[in-house]
């Protein structure tokens, strides 16, 4: 036999990635330009030209064998280091190499963070609406997740319900400011309240409890907001970070883990980190791109194509009557459903030939998530079909 728990993840893929296929099958159906796909956070703008130039250098110059070899099992000492000076540089902090694992991408950064972290009975505090596949992650690394839903009218955290959560077994709890699916960005005073807030529940219960920030959209950010860079504001925190969506490479699988001295001095939660990388089989990200990284840090690819689909698309919305709000990052809007069921609004949005994704398995009923990681073109020609689509539920 094989394990029921590993074949039902398998054979019921997730939300996003069916409403994906669907898609592929509508396209080759119907012509890719009649369907507007809203469904999945693959970047649509191509990585800055420095990906491929060094990538090019990077073949013409160094050593084969170095180049597409194994670095050690925490990735590269040299791109390490040059990921300590640009944050140093960037946020006046003090990382050295050693506080930092390399990693393929944000998701083995968070698998690796809550095996590391996990013990028997451990719960982990996700604050909804949130990335679904932190319940995967967290049940495959034997923590129980403990959803905490957000506040309806601006998507900042609601405290009351926080504390009402809260309990002795509560080991970290996960942010991820630019949001994933609502692009909201957690304001300063909110992160202050929270740290605030963990403080206390540290002294309460005697331990720790981590704050781990997913921060694959840092720099996905417009109108100059300012995303706080979380060790600054509180020593118990873990960045789990990854270069998927600010440079445009997600199949290339490359990101980091930073564990602050300020959150391990005894460096032992680093040992468990490297300890998780090798049960989970993440030692030693991707050679070529970990040597991609020191060229590009604090690079993004064109950005302000995001900002003008956001904008093309809330002030479309608004204008058709349909309940958005304007975020200040990533690449997602959430849309509030014109009927209970957000799931049916979906279906019916797929006869316009709209790709949607409902908010359910975001742990957020009633709202769709819109990807907006798309051709501007695409936009323009799906605008009259969300117009029908507000006109079928009298919005316009
Ligand atoms: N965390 C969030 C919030 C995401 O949106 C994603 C991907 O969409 C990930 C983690 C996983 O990122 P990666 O592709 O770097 O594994």
Do not use: W
Request: charged share 20%.
């Amino acid at each position: 036999m094989f394990s029921r728990e590993m074949y039902a993840l398998g054979a019921q893929p997730s939300v996003i990635r069916e409403i994906f296929e669907y898609g592929r099958q509508r396209k080759a159906a119907i012509g890719k330009d009649n369907v507007f796909d809203f469904s999945l956070g693959n970047p649509s703008v191509p990585a800055p030209p420095v990906v491929n130039e060094t990538i090019k250098r990077l073949c013409d110059t160094m050593e084969p064998t170095v180049l597409h070899g194994y670095t050690s099992a925490v990735g590269d000492q040299g791109v390490r280091q040059a990921i300590a000076d640009y944050l140093n540089r960037t946020h006046g902090t003090a990382f050295s190499a050693a506080e930092f694992y390399m990693t393929a991408g944000a998701a083995a950064s968070l698998s690796i963070t809550f095996k590391a972290l996990s013990e028997p009975g451990d719960k982990l505090v996700l604050l909804a609406p949130f990335f679904p596949e932190y319940n995967v992650f967290a049940r495959a690394a034997g923590m129980e997740p403990v959803v905490v839903k957000c506040r309806e009218d601006d998507l900042q955290i609601d405290f009351d319900a926080l504390d009402a959560a809260f309990d002795r077994n509560v080991k970290a709890i996960v942010v991820n400011s630019p949001n994933n699916p609502s692009g909201v960005v957690l304001s300063e005073e909110t992160v202050t309240r929270l740290c605030a807030f963990l403080q206390e529940k540290q002294a309460q219960f005697g331990h720790p409890v981590f704050l781990i920030s997913d921060e694959p959209y840092r720099e996905l950010v417009y109108g100059g907001v300012r995303v706080p860079f979380l060790t600054k504001y509180y020593d118990n925190t873990i960045v789990c970070y990854s270069f998927s969506k600010s440079l445009s490479l997600p199949g290339d699988r490359i990101g980091y883990i930073l564990v602050p001295r300020s959150a391990d001095p005894t460096g032992e939660l680093y040992k468990a980190v490297c300890g998780a990388g090798r049960a989970l089989g993440y030692v030693c990200a991707p050679s070529l791109f970990q040597f991609l990284v020191p060229a590009c840090l604090g690079k993004t690819s064109d950005i302000s194509i995001y900002q003008r689909n956001r904008d093309l698309l809330v002030q479309a919305f608004t204008e058709d009557g349909f309940s958005v709000a304007k975020p200040d990052g990533a690449f997602y809007l959430f849309l509030r459903s014109p009927e209970t069921d957000a799931a049916a609004f979906c279906e019916r949005a797929k006869q316009y030939e709209l790709l949607l994704v409902p908010s359910d398995s975001f742990g957020f009923p009633g709202y769709v998530r819109i990807c907006y990681c798309v051709a501007p073109e695409m936009i323009e020609r799906a605008l009259p079909a969300f117009r029908k689509l507000a006109q079928s539920y009298g919005l316009c």
